[in-house]
C-alpha cells in the first residue's frame, strides 16, 4: 500500500466510496459490461438491455421473469474484502458508499451511509397492491399471491426514473466529500457518473480500477485488483 494513499485514507473525514459491478465480480457476480459480461455474452434476438426494461415487464412479463431469475440472482454470493472494509469505515463514521450494484451485498457486509443508486433485487414488491414480498417468494412465482398482480424486484429498469430521494443523498453526499474513491467502475453510465460533476471541489478523488479511467481534472489513478487494494489498506 502507497503511504500517500494511506495517509489520505487516514486523513479524510468524508469519503465517498462510488462503485460498480468489479467490487462484486470477486464475489462472483458477473459484470454486464466487460468482455464476458451480460449485456455481450447474450446470444438471443434481443439485447440484454430490453429484459431489463420497464416495456419487457409490462408487454411479456413471463419473459422478464425467466430472464432476471436466471441471470441476476445470485442468493450464495457473500461479501469481499471490498464491501467488507468500505463498510468498516461507514461504521466508523467516516464514510458513505453510492453504489450502482443491486446485489444487496453491502447490506449483508452491514455498511451504514449506502445508497443502492440503482436499487436492490432482495426489495421485491407487488405492482398492484405496493406491498413488499420476501424475495423467496418471487424466486417461485412472478405472481403475488395475495391479491394476484406481478411481483418485480425494486431494481431501476431501463426506462423508468431514478428514485429521486437517492439522487438528493447521493448529490449530499458528495458535496460534503473530502475524499471520493472511484471502484470497480469506468464511470461512464449516467446519471451515475455525473455524480462526479457535485463532488467538493477541494476533495481528493482516487480511482482503483483494472482499466485505466479518464477524467477531466486531477485525479490519482490506482490500475490494480481492488481485492488486493483493500487487501492491504489499514482502516482506522
Known amino acids: 500500500m502507497d503511504d500517500e494513499i494511506q495517509k489520505m485514507f487516514d ?9 460498480g459491478a468489479g467490487v462484486s465480480t470477486p464475489s462472483g457476480i458477473p459484470d454486464y459490461r466487460s468482455k464476458n459480461g451480460l449485456y455481450t455474452q447474450d446470444k438471443s434476438d ?28 445470485y442468493p450464495d454470493a457473500k461479501p469481499n474484502v471490498i464491501h467488507e472494509k468500505q463498510a468498516q469505515y461507514t461504521n466508523l463514521g467516516k464514510a458513505s458508499i453510492i453504489t450502482q450494484n443491486v446485489d444487496n451485498l453491502y447490506n449483508v457486509a452491514h455498511a451504514k451511509h449506502l445508497v443502492e443508486f440503482h436499487g436492490n ?13 420476501d424475495w423467496h417468494e418471487y424466486m417461485k412465482s412472478p405472481i403475488h399471491q395475495g391479491c394476484g398482480g406481478t411481483l418485480r ?31 470497480g467502475t469506468s464511470m461512464r453510465v449516467y446519471p451515475f457518473a455525473g455524480l462526479l460533476q457535485y463532488r467538493n471541489q477541494n476533495a481528493n478523488v482516487i480511482a482503483i480500477n483494472q482499466e485505466k479511467l479518464n477524467f477531466g481534472f486531477p485525479f490519482k ?16
Open 11 to 19: 486523513q479524510a473525514k468524508h469519503i465517498v466510496f462510488l462503485t
Open 46 to 73: 434481443k439485447p440484454a438491455e430490453y429484459y431489463l426494461s420497464h416495456a419487457c415487464l409490462n408487454n411479456e412479463p413471463d419473459v422478464f421473469y425467466k430472464f432476471v431469475k436466471s441471470n441476476m440472482y
Open 153 to 183: 424486484p425494486g431494481i431501476v429498469l431501463y426506462d423508468e426514473g431514478l428514485d429521486q430521494g437517492n439522487i438528493i443523498n447521493s448529490i449530499q453526499m458528495m458535496q460534503k466529500s473530502d475524499l471520493v474513491v472511484i471502484v
Open 221 to 236: 489513478m490506482v490500475q490494480a485488483d481492488a481485492v488486493k487494494f483493500f487487501d492491504d489498506l489499514n482502516v482506522r
Open 121 to 133: 433485487l432482495y426489495h421485491v414488491y407487488c405492482e398492484k397492491c405496493k406491498k413488499n414480498v
